[in-house]
């Protein structure tokens, strides 16, 4: 169940258990994280493409292809993920009432992002790109 | 004292722009993962995507993630200083001044790059 609370001390006295607590924290450091890797990902984005003037598949591959991108893509990629997945089951806890519902719409969103992560992560390490020369 | 006060607009928007962010993370993974299909298809995915349809959906994303961001350091405020609580209808102010102040010239610039060839 998602915490209501409001500062550590209650979040501490209210969390189930050591797991909740750790998630209550973890929303608060990697939304800190996120504000700063975002606003870079966007930043570099607009500088290196123009703002989409210059997206072509060439500049996508180089920046797919360089091993400090591909760092700091992989830790957007699995924050954000993680953030965004466990807020949507916070979400899902407050307002789907069905037990049954519950189970099933969480195990289509875990399954989803499993497999836009495995996705992100083959396009990041395990992909030779055509590189121009 | 709670609802419908600024309190309770803070935490649904938060929610629903959290919600908004998370669909488009799945869709923008999947279009940038399909480089992997090579430069055909990824060139006309590209300029597919050159639609202002797009370009306005991406304005409108931006202005979903500032807020989320604002409104979440918002949150962090509260949770972990002794006067954050207190002063929350406060902090509600200070995101959407902070807002207009950074959104202002960013959804401009973004908008005049999507219509009118933007120089």
Redesign the interface.
């Known amino acids: 169940m998602a915490l209501r609370?409001?500062?550590?001390e209650e979040?501490k006295r209210l969390s189930s258990n050591n797991l909740e607590l750790a998630w209550w924290v973890f929303m608060?450091v990697s939304?800190?994280l996120?504000?700063f890797l975002?606003?870079g990902h966007?930043y570099f984005r607009a500088v290196a493409f123009n703002?989409?003037?210059d997206?072509?598949?060439?500049v996508?591959?180089q920046n797919?292809s360089s091993v400090t991108w591909k760092f700091y893509n992989w830790l957007l990629?699995f924050l954000?993920?993680l953030h965004?997945?466990n807020?949507?089951r916070y979400?899902i806890d407050d307002h789907v009432a069905s037990a049954r519902l519950r189970i099933w719409t969480k195990t289509i969103l875990y399954t989803?992002?499993f497999f836009?992560v495995v996705?992100?992560t083959?396009?990041l390490w395990g992909?030779n790109?055509?590189l121009p020369r | 004292m709670y609802r419908g006060r600024e309190g309770q607009w803070a935490f649904y928007l938060h929610r629903i722009s959290g919600i908004a962010i998370l669909l488009f993370l799945l869709l923008h993974v999947t279009e940038i993962s399909s480089a992997m299909f090579g430069p055909k298809w990824f060139n006309a995915l590209l300029a597919f995507e050159e639609n202002p349809f797009f370009g306005v959906g991406l304005v409108i994303v931006a202005a979903l993630v500032l807020y989320h961001a604002l409104n979440g350091l918002r949150i962090i405020l509260m949770d972990f200083t002794s006067w954050g609580v207190r002063s929350q209808r406060q902090l509600w102010y200070a995101v959407w001044t902070l807002y207009v102040l950074l959104g202002a010239p960013l959804f401009y610039t973004m908008l005049s790059h999507v219509f009118g060839g933007g120089e």
């Open positions: 609370a409001r500062r550590f979040a608060r939304g800190v996120l504000v975002v606003l966007l703002f989409h003037r997206l072509t598949y060439d996508v591959a797919l990629l954000a993920f965004g997945t807020g949507l979400v989803l992002v836009l996705l992100g083959i396009s992909w790109y055509q």
